[in-house]
């Protein structure tokens, strides 16, 4: 793909290890908080292979629906939730996160984390939901979900795990994961 005036086009990808990345970024709360738990996955290509470099965000609510407003994110204390993290691929596609639970941001409503991805051979970042299977009448109630058919709805809602979630981002083929498109300044 070429940019304009026939220039190269760019991806968002390969990354530095050493340039995104930090230490903590995957660690929202340490893993012995009371309450904490573990959202986990892989990055998967269309033929399954995992993906190596990329780079997974997490935005989320806490524990009591709040979405947390204070600045400091990348400045771990080993204690303060802060609503989002980072985490680096391994080199089987794996990423995890230690966080909370959150808890849905609109009365009655289902439980979410927002995601981004950002790998090589990307031009953008793609942005979706990882929705939490623990309130069927909440997920069957979401606007998001409603829309999508029955068969693609499955690829935005974790799994249950022994320590938290599993949810595996999909990049392309029949179990590609939906991604979503980010309207600046639109609510939702």
Do not use: C, N
Request: proline share 11%; no cysteine.
């Amino acid at each position: 793909m070429s940019g304009p005036e026939g220039t190269p086009g760019q991806t968002v990808g390969p990354f530095f290890g050493y340039a995104l990345p930090y230490p903590g970024g995957d660690t929202l709360v340490p893993p012995g908080r009371d309450g904490a738990i573990r959202l986990a996955g892989r990055v998967v290509d269309g033929a399954g292979a995992g993906v190596p470099d990329a780079l997974v965000e997490v935005w989320q609510a806490g524990p009591t629906g709040a979405v947390v407003r204070e600045p400091g994110s990348l400045r771990r204390d080993g204690w303060s939730f802060t609503g989002w993290g980072r985490a680096a691929t391994d080199p089987t596609g794996a990423y995890s996160f230690t966080t909370l639970r959150p808890a849905p941001a609109v009365a009655g409503g289902p439980a979410w984390f927002a995601v981004a991805v950002v790998a090589r051979g990307l031009l953008d970042r793609l942005l979706t939901r990882v929705y939490l299977p623990d309130d069927p009448d909440a997920l069957a109630g979401d606007r998001l979900l409603s829309s999508l058919p029955d068969g693609r709805r499955s690829t935005l809602i974790a799994r249950p795990g022994p320590d938290g979630y599993r949810f595996d981002v999909v990049l392309q083929g029949d179990r590609e994961t939906v991604f979503l498109q980010h309207r600046p300044g639109h609510p939702g």
